[in-house]
């Protein structure tokens, strides 16, 4: 098990050795994340790199990754916890074979943790031997905001309350890491309770790091072309931008073509890897795929 790191610097490395690419701003808010066992709450727009920060600090810390993946109509049952009726069904039917007929009895005997099945959110507090896990609940924006209510607890005190059984603390809280692509507002109790960092585009120096780094394979020129055209794309008012995954995909797809360099012929038959709306791949007809290539050419080139 890793470590905590104990600088910036250290959590600039830290990232780096699970190949994660980060400027020194997402550095510092996750190092203070991190000491002051506070969790870090990431906005930004899709495919910048959200969730994959929850994924290298695991692999990195060697700790167990518990996510909690996000959707209209997430309850407690799916999130937190719920009983396993069917078992209790069995126990109380056994119990009053025997001639145990006690409800207060029978009500104890089966909500008890042996019947108790444990979703993300309760599974992330209990104590393991490599440390406490990294809790990733990701795209929150698109859970019900009602579900947002029930995770200031969580965040809060590091406990669920099962009406049932009681409170379950965590003996150390978990790192926890709360991603949304802000389709819809967050409430404020809960941002309250976390760290904040708004997670950009990276700039072409960065965005061409991450590219070198996520897929080695590529040629330099083809790497820098890549890089400046997709950021001139996102210029050109595109109902959904291009994030940083979507540049990977469209560098390894043009590597697997064994291109050195970008053409106008080929950036228009591979702008699917790039670009998920037909809209926005209708806009970038060849003309206009020339004239943004030109213009990547000089600056890759300079």
């Known amino acids: 098990m890793t470590q905590i790191p104990t600088t910036v610097d250290a959590t600039l ?17 996750l190092f203070l ?15 910048v790199g959200k ?9 990195q810390l060697g700790r167990k990754l518990i996510r909690l993946q996000c959707y209209e109509g997430l ?15 069995i126990e109380i039917r056994a119990a009053e074979a025997a001639g145990d007929t006690d409800r207060e009895t029978l009500v104890s005997d089966v909500f008890t943790e042996r019947f108790l099945i444990r979703r993300p959110l309760l599974q992330a507090l209990d104590p393991d031997p490599a440390g406490p896990p990294v809790l990733l609940i990701d795209e929150l924006d698109r859970a019900d905001e009602a579900f947002e209510a029930y995770l200031l607890e969580i965040l809060a005190d590091n406990q669920v309350t099962i009406p049932e ?13 709360v991603t949304t692509n802000r389709t819809r507002e967050i409430h404020d109790a809960l941002k309250r309770r976390c760290l904040y ?20 394979g590529a040629s330099e020129r083809l790497s820098r072309e890549v890089v400046a055209f997709v950021q001139r794309l996102r210029r050109e008012g595109l109902f959904k931008n291009p994030g940083v995954a979507e540049t990977l995909d469209w560098v390894t797809a043009l590597a697997a073509l064994d291109k050195p360099a970008l053409d106008g012929e080929t950036v228009v038959d591979t702008l699917g890897a790039l ?3 037909q809209d926005d791949i209708a806009r970038i007809d060849p ?12 600056e890759a080139a300079a």
């Open 13 to 29: 490395e830290l990232l780096r050795g699970g190949r994660y690419v980060a400027d020194r701003a997402l550095a510092t808010v």
């Open 51 to 59: 969730t994959q920060i929850a994924k290298v600090l695991a692999d």
């Open 275 to 277: 670009l998920k709306y």
């Open 287 to 298: 003309a206009r795929a020339d004239r943004l290539l030109e213009e990547a050419r000089a």
């Open 75 to 89: 309850d407690t049952a799916s999130a937190v916890y719920e009983w396993n009726y069917a078992a209790q069904m």
């Open 197 to 216: 960092h708004w997670v950009d585009y990276p700039n072409f120096a960065r965005e061409l790091e991450i590219v070198r780094t996520q897929v080695p």
């Open 33 to 47: 994340s991190l000491r002051m066992g506070r969790p870090l709450f990431l906005e930004g727009e899709a495919g």
């Open 165 to 177: 059984l009681g409170t379950i603390r965590a003996d150390a809280p978990p790192i926890v890491i």
